[in-house]
C-alpha cells in the first residue's frame, strides 16, 4: 500500500508564496504517478499538476507560470512550489498517486493539506 502525507499548507496573503510536500511510503518499482489536486468549498476537485510515469509533466491553465511541480529522485515524494498565490487558490490539496501509466484512477490519496490565500 502507498501512503501519502501532505505538509506545508497555510494561510498568506496574495502575492506570497508557499510550498507543499507530499511524503510517500511503498513500492514504486513498476512506475508510479503522481500529481496535485485541489478542491474548493462548492467546487469540483480539480488536477492542480502532474508528473507522469516518464517524467512528463502537465498543468491546469490557471496555475500556468505560478506553479511548479517537482519530483526528487527516488520519485517517492513530490513538491509544490506556490508563488504569486490568489485568493482563487484558496483550497485543500491533495497528493494523489496511481500506476497506472496514463495518470489515471488515482488510487492513493493523501488527507490533504489547507491552502488559504487573503486578499
Known amino acids: 500500500q502507498v501512503q501519502l502525507v501532505e505538509s506545508g499548507g497555510g494561510s498568506v496573503q496574495a502575492g506570497g508564496s508557499l510550498r507543499l510536500s507530499c511524503a510517500s511510503s511503498?513500492?514504486?518499482?513498476?512506475?508510479?504517478?503522481m500529481a496535485w489536486f485541489r478542491q474548493a468549498p462548492g467546487k469540483e476537485r480539480e488536477r492542480v499538476a502532474s508528473i507522469d510515469t516518464e517524467g512528463r509533466i502537465s498543468y491546469e491553465s490557471s496555475i500556468w507560470g505560478r506553479f511548479t511541480v517537482s519530483q526528487d529522485n527516488a520519485k517517492n515524494n513530490l513538491y509544490l512550489q506556490m508563488n504569486s498565490l490568489e485568493p482563487e487558490d484558496t483550497a485543500k490539496y491533495y497528493c494523489?498517486?496511481?500506476?497506472?501509466?496514463?495518470?489515471?484512477?488515482?488510487?492513493?490519496w493523501g488527507q490533504g493539506t489547507r491552502v488559504t490565500v487573503s486578499s
Open positions: 494523489a498517486a496511481t500506476y497506472s501509466t496514463t495518470c489515471t484512477n488515482f488510487d492513493y
Open positions: 511503498g513500492y514504486f518499482g513498476v512506475g508510479i504517478c
